[in-house]
């Protein structure tokens, strides 16, 4: 089976064709001899933040000499993203062959997976395959019914935030969606919890019923942010009295290391093998493209990507742009969005603080259509520059997909 081949028959699975239910990944798992069970893994979940997390601790963990596995999703251009061993994607030509083999298993089963789920068993089957020490498994959607919770036994369960998002599966409130997510966690099992508000007594409430230890951020650890270098794109934290270097920038991504240092330390109380030295080296080398991510044009423009794609994220980064060096600077934004998102929530956030916002479509069916809106987002992009000034900060945000075009219109 050709590469092209096995992605036209995946994506013919509909990506947002859900089918609640972890019976079918079961069935087909067990008969590969449950794969996901020959390693240890970490589970993060969450609304946002949890794609930094679960790429902070991989960082670490390899810089410590692990082989490790990372699964995360969606992916900004390539599929292939979505499946990492030591930093580095899976090949095409392995992707395909794993992917001949379930589907050979599925024909034989009488079963059929979801295009999620059938990621998912990819993930589990590849990482199996390659033998590696430990993998680092982000949850796609929700937590309960999501796939990736076939995993029984992690290491940590990690719950980085609720908000409101996927509201059509999860449901229309916090609580409801964080009922959800505390899905992953299981009996005995570290709880590592960033989540605020009301639905942080919901997280703990779940653990408290599983006998699993609880760590909340705020409560029984927290990070300082000192400082943050935007020249040279790293900002300074304070954890426990040590100080740390991220190359994630954003207050937020304070918040999202302090777990990762928490889950590190849970780790080590588990007898994993992390000296402080490769914990900073993995910190700082930290990459994950698309997130709050400062590019300098080669004309002196500053342009910002970050994905984010409902309106708790988008808070999130109109909140590092207040304290970031643009905070008085004007705004351009480019914004597309998919239809099943509160779009009307995120325009009136960004109607707020933009100068002006370019509007674009995406490349799928799925895309919001806008009565005055660029054809497509490389154009949104162009025109965005020419309303703007080296001094102006230009934003592209609203949907992963978005800014995973511009990336790859800069060569990124």
């Given amino acids: 089976m050709s590469h092209y081949t096995s992605l036209k028959q995946i994506e013919s699975r509909g990506f947002f064709h859900i089918k609640p239910g972890l019976e079918r990944i079961e069935v087909l798992l067990n008969a590969f001899g449950n794969p996901q069970d020959s390693y240890p893994s970490i589970h993060i979940a969450g609304t946002n933040g949890k794609g930094s997390v679960a790429a902070s601790l991989s960082s670490i963990l390899v810089e410590s000499r692990f082989k490790t596995g990372l699964y995360t999703s969606p992916e900004l251009v390539d599929i292939c993203e979505r499946f990492q061993i030591n930093g580095l994607p899976i090949r095409d030509n392995v992707l395909s062959l794993i992917s001949k083999r379930l589907i050979a298993k599925e024909k034989k089963l009488g079963i059929e997976l979801s295009y999620f789920e059938f990621l998912t068993a990819i993930a589990f089957l590849w990482f199996s395959q390659e033998k590696v020490d430990i993998a680092v498994i982000e949850v796609g959607m929700g937590g309960r019914w999501d796939a990736t919770n076939i995993l029984k036994h992690p290491l940590v369960s990690v719950i980085t935030s609720i908000g409101l998002d996927h509201v059509q599966w999860l449901g229309k409130t916090e609580i409801a969606i964080a009922r959800e997510k505390a899905g992953i966690i299981k009996p005995g099992i570290p709880v590592v919890s960033g989540v605020r508000g009301k639905s942080q007594a ?7 019923q599983n006998r699993s230890p609880f760590y909340q951020y705020g409560v029984d650890f927290k990070v300082d942010s ?98 970031s060096p643009w905070k008085n600077s004007k705004t351009i934004f480019v914004f597309g969005a998919y239809k099943d998102k509160d779009i009307q929530t995120m325009v009136h956030l960004l109607s707020v603080v933009a100068t002006h916002i370019v509007f674009t479509a995406l490349p799928s069916e799925r895309s919001r259509h806008w009565p005055r809106e660029e054809k497509n987002p490389i154009a949104a992009f162009k025109k965005a520059i020419s309303m703007s000034s080296p001094s102006d900060l230009l934003v592209v945000t609203g949907s992963l997909s978005l800014v995973g075009c511009i990336r790859k219109e800069l060569h990124l």
Wanted: proline share 2%.
């Fill in 202 to 208: 919901v997280i703990h409430r779940y653990a408290h």
């Fill in 226 to 323: 000192i400082n943050t270098n935007w020249k040279n794109q790293f900002q300074t934290i304070k954890y426990c009295h040590s100080i740390y270097k991220t190359s994630l920038l954003g207050n937020h991504q304070a918040q999202n290391m302090g777990l990762v240092l928490k889950t590190t330390d849970l780790l080590r109380d588990q007898h994993w093998s992390i000296s402080e030295k490769n914990l900073k080296k993995g910190l700082e080398k930290t990459r994950w493209p698309g997130r709050f991510e400062l590019i300098r044009l080669e004309n002196g423009h500053s342009v910002l990507l970050d994905v984010a794609h409902n309106p708790a994220g988008l808070k999130t980064l109109l909140n590092g742009i207040k304290q």
